[in-house]
Nanobody
Framework: QVQLVESGGGLVQAGGSLRLSCAAS????????MGWFRQAPGKEREFVAA????????YYADSVNGRFTISRDNAKNTVYLQMNSLKPEDTAVYYC?????????????????WGQGTQVTVSS
């Protein structure tokens, strides 16, 4: 089992920045890919970014590419999401996820473990 705890959410004005963190505990010796997803009210949970175990493969949704950066520190069992140039449409609950697969990381089904989420609100 892997437990994931997100932090770093909050309220920010459009154009601002936030850095989300996701701390993993439990069976962290396994080589998990990590992903960030988000869910806005009344919408489906959607893919934001993902990174494989080594950090050598990184993927972004088109809507955040160039503005968000995913990274990980395996020594700290933590994955980060640096969010710059935030827009009101980025408002959502952001979820961290972990999965054992090395491909298809844009799909929710590739992840076995999920955090509880952290709220990000971007005001216009």
């Amino acid at each position: 089992q892997v437990q994931l705890v997100e932090s770093g959410g909050g309220l920010v004005q459009a154009g601002g920045s936030l850095r989300l963190s996701c701390a993993a505990s439990g069976r962290t010796s396994s080589r998990y890919a990590m992903g960030w997803f988000r869910q806005a009210p009344g919408k489906e949970r959607e893919f934001v970014a993902a990174i494989n175990w080594s950090g050598g493969s990184i993927y972004y949704a088109d809507s955040v590419n160039g503005r968000f950066t995913i990274s990980r520190d395996n020594a700290k069992n933590t994955v980060y999401l640096q969010m710059n140039s935030l827009k009101p449409e980025d408002t959502a609950v952001y979820y961290c996820a972990a999965g054992p697969y090395g491909s298809g990381l844009g799909y929710k089904s590739r992840y076995d473990y999920w955090g509880q989420g952290t709220q990000v609100t971007v005001s216009s």
